[in-house]
């Protein structure tokens, strides 16, 4: 899913407005899982705005915790930390997670599914979506993805927009119900 | 200003001054009722509140040949060959809908399109009577925003603008931006607009008496509902600096990083903008941290005398400005603020000095709009409409009790709707262009000619007198 699309393109600059993108990604290190945690829980807790099965758990900061820190070692895994630029130059403002998954039966036969992309609302617009994106694509394209897949509440549809406007298409659903 | 900050010697006079204000409340609640009743049998009396009259002559059925058929058909294939002739040979050039859902009806909440029609029969009156405008109470069943906008879409070839009322928010913002977009006629929101309209005019006398200008102006907006959200739009479109500008809620000081901000761009994109623009240099915290050094604070938010403290009002710059415009009750009490330290204070209601009230808006914004035959009503006519106000006030004189014309003073209205009229001239999106006086003269006729309406009704017996309080009788109007 993702955060970084807008409802409505802006009609007036905001305080961070500046024609480069306000941000820079970089791999994430063991160091930076502390200030990823509260953006991955910013994250989860508006997935809860979509779907009652969305329902972030009590144990989430600590779950969030240890996920990071397995990811930033899985070579399956690509984890990159967005920083901001100038007088914010190393603060963690945002990141995007994606995995690699064997496709047995298709081809290409490996995908890169970007799981969670965060950014703070200040650091959003400016192209910033489109930039983390490409970036994250070229990362999974590097360890061998053929395809690239995004995967978010389906009732977002600020993030079905963003995605669609990049040529996603649906291509498989999860239907659910409570047992 | 720390002179000002009440020390305890003063509580017993703080004391003293609630209990006053208690009864003064209490009192007031009585008032009210009262005025409920009285309300009620003259409704069951009345029986509605306007209704259609002929503005033609009717000599005998036989002119119902040109009013109506066989004549009329040339009139309608006249408008089938020119759409825009609907605006030169019927009504559609003066009449209105003001449509509601019932979602936000005064303060009584969603309580539905049925009961939200008394009160869409009093504002049809008040356009009338004050604006000269025929506008159609129009409440409607839907609940979705989409339902909304499709229903006025479609009802939109028979009205000249439209008023869009009591319509909750945030899907108010909404609705008005689409429609705004869609329809080839203004469409207004007056609990937006109207209100913003008539902050702004007092405000920018608030900013002339006290030598500021709106460039260097540190200004907190008290609420975040469909008022405060417009007049923070108006406010930077009068030049506020953004960063100067900060908005308080429920929460506190409204910021890009407040956590509930993803949560508004997903259901009020309009708050969710205003909270990435605003608030340059990060305040965070509550309304006191937000008041630090403001010249002005803008408040509609929450009818209680106690939700502004003196305190608040002493930590702001010297001679600040405080509007306090929630009904019936304001947010502070004016004396309460001016012991304070603020320099001007205004309210919503009509008993104290410097009353912001959107009926000095918005029949004067229609009557200029519906007189160009305008295409739309973008936010400098909004602000031309709010600086023509403020300007009759400063000719009459600036003081710290006479911000703003009051309702009595009607003869301003019709210079408020030239001043409309003529900034759609300017923008290009008048359909009948006319000189500055021909509009004056042209609202001056239309906003007069009601009251000798209603007058001549009355003396000719054909609206009934008022009957008198407690009256025993059922008897209905002719």
């Known amino acids: ?179 | 200003m720390a002179e000002s900050v009440p020390v305890p010697v003063e509580a017993g006079r703080e004391a003293r001054r609630r209990t006053r204000a208690n009864r003064a409340a209490a009192r007031r609640e009585d008032e009210t009722d009262q005025l409920g009743r009285r309300a009620v049998e003259l409704a069951r009396f009345y029986a509605g509140k306007i209704e259609t009259v002929p503005k033609v002559p009717v000599r005998s059925l036989h002119d119902f040949s040109l009013w109506y058929t066989p004549g009329i058909a040339a009139v309608s294939r006249t408008i089938e060959a020119d759409a825009e002739e609907s605006f030169n040979l019927t009504g559609r050039w003066n009449t209105i809908a003001i449509v509601t859902d019932g979602s936000r009806v005064l303060g009584l909440g969603d309580i539905g399109p049925e009961a939200a029609l008394p009160v869409m029969e009093g504002k049809a009156l008040l356009f009338k009577w004050l604006g000269g405008v025929d506008a159609v109470p129009i409440p409607i069943r839907v609940s979705s925003p989409d339902a909304i906008i499709e229903t006025v879409e479609r009802l939109a070839p028979a009205f000249g603008g439209i008023n869009l009322e009591d319509i909750a928010s945030p899907k108010c913002f909404g609705i008005l931006e689409q429609l705004q977009h869609r329809l080839p006629i203004p469409v207004w929101h007056d609990d937006q607009l109207g209100t913003a309209a008539a902050t702004i005019a007092g405000l920018i006398n608030a900013l002339t008496l006290t030598n500021r200008a709106v460039r260097e102006t540190r200004t907190v907006l008290l609420g975040a509902g469909a008022a405060n959200i417009a007049t923070a739009r108006l406010l930077l479109a009068l030049g506020h600096d953004p960063h100067k500008l900060s908005l308080v809620d429920q929460k506190g000081v409204l910021h890009a990083e407040r956590t509930d901000v993803d949560e508004l761009m997903l259901r009020n994109p309009w708050k969710y903008r205003l909270a990435l623009k605003t608030n340059g240099g990060g305040r965070t915290g509550d309304l006191a941290a937000a008041l630090e050094g403001a010249d002005v604070l803008l408040a509609a938010s929450t009818p209680d005398p106690n939700t502004i403290r003196p305190e608040h009002v002493a930590r702001m710059a010297k001679g600040p400005i405080v509007f306090a415009l929630a009904n019936p009750v304001p947010e502070i009490w004016p004396d309460v603020a001016r012991d304070a330290g603020a320099a001007v204070v205004a309210t919503g209601r009509s008993d104290f000095p410097n009353q912001v009230n959107n009926s000095l808006i918005f029949p004067a914004v229609f009557r200029g709009v519906l007189d160009a035959r305008a295409r739309s009503i973008p936010d400098e006519i909004v602000l031309a409409a709010a600086r023509e106000l403020a300007r009759h006030a400063e000719d009459r004189g600036l003081s710290t009790t006479h911000l703003l014309p009051t309702m009595e003073e009607t003869e301003v209205f019709p210079y408020v709707a030239a001043a409309v009229a003529d900034a759609t001239v300017a923008k290009g999106i008048a359909r009948l262009r006319l000189t500055h006086d021909e509009y004056l003269e042209g609202a001056r006729t239309r906003m007069g000619r009601s009251a000798r309406l209603v007058r001549a009704l009355v003396r000719s017996h054909l609206t009934a007198p008022m009957p008198r309080p407690h009256s025993p009788t059922r008897r209905r109007s002719p």
Do not use: C, W
């Open chain 1, 1 to 179: 899913m993702t955060a970084a699309g807008e409802p409505t393109p802006p009609t007036t600059p905001g305080p961070t407005d500046s024609t480069s993108i306000p941000i820079h990604l970089r791999p994430a290190r063991a160091a930076d899982v502390s200030a990823l945690v509260p953006l991955l829980l910013r994250l989860k807790r508006l997935n809860e705005e979509f779907d009652p099965l969305l329902r972030v758990r009590d144990d989430a900061e600590s779950q969030a915790r240890e996920i990071l820190k397995a990811t930033i070692n899985d070579p399956k895994a690509v984890l990159l930390a967005a920083e901001g630029v100038g007088p914010d130059k190393d603060k963690v403002v945002g990141f995007v997670n994606a995995v690699l998954r064997e496709r047995a039966f298709y081809a290409p036969p490996v995908e890169g599914v970007i799981v969670d992309i965060y950014l703070l609302p200040l650091y959003r617009r400016h192209g910033v979506g489109e930039y983390i994106l490409k970036e994250v694509s070229a990362a999974l394209k590097a360890k061998g993805a053929g395809v690239v897949i995004a995967e978010f509440p389906a009732q977002n549809e600020i993030a079905v927009r963003f995605y669609a406007k990049r040529g996603f298409r649906p291509i498989t659903a999860r239907h659910a119900r409570l047992l």
